[in-house]
């Protein structure tokens, strides 16, 4: 057992519009990104199950070329491998779980959030 | 893709004390519970990794035996076949992530969260 609280978690900026905490387990990733008005996070994908869980806020992805906005209270899943792409409404908050594990991000792999 | 809210997802009475909402996708269960204060989750285990995001209240955990209490804001990670337990000591309202899908679940095979 281990217990995490976000208040304690490091919070990274990644850009000044994005910032982001992360928690490894052994088969989950859950991140807890803050996305600032007018953040863009481009195109990208990877092998990993992704379900985003927006806590406040509004945010457009585009998911295989098809475009969705998201409010908060809204969860949306990501298959493996799927093409995506978010841009925010609003000042937001998404929790992202990951299923396997992000290693990208583990090893420090996340150029594509850093623009 | 697939988006869902949680306001359109059925929620279930298990128990006069305890409701719960869940989705599942290709890797992970993600469920919403809500547990009125006093409500008892008997001890239990599974092969899913589980972590537990407390949204609101405080409950408290045995964890193998180890006691722990979880506040709002705080998440725990459970291993796979650890058997755990867990008391509301007020009104509560909690994030579950699987990994895998919960099957059990899915066929219905809950008991124990229904005495």
């Known amino acids: 057992m281990v217990v995490y609280e976000w208040s304690r978690v490091a919070e990274e ?4 519009l994005v910032s982001r905490q992360m928690i490894h387990t052994e088969r989950m990733t859950v ?9 863009l996070v481009p195109e990208h994908s990877h092998m990993h ?14 998911v ?28 937001s ?4 779980l990951f299923s396997p594990v992000r290693d990208d991000w583990v090893r420090g ?4 959030l850093r623009r």
């Open 64 to 91: 295989g070329g098809e475009v969705r906005i998201l409010s908060a209270g809204e969860l949306m899943q990501i298959p493996p491998h799927a093409p995506h792409s978010v841009e925010a409404l609003a000042d």
């Open 49 to 62: 199950e992704q379900v985003t869980m927006l806590i406040e806020g509004q945010v457009r992805f585009t």
């Open 13 to 16: 900026a990644l850009n000044p």
């Open 31 to 39: 991140a807890r990104l803050r996305l600032r008005k007018g953040a």
């Open 93 to 96: 908050m998404a929790i992202d």
């Open 109 to 112: 792999d996340d150029a594509y």
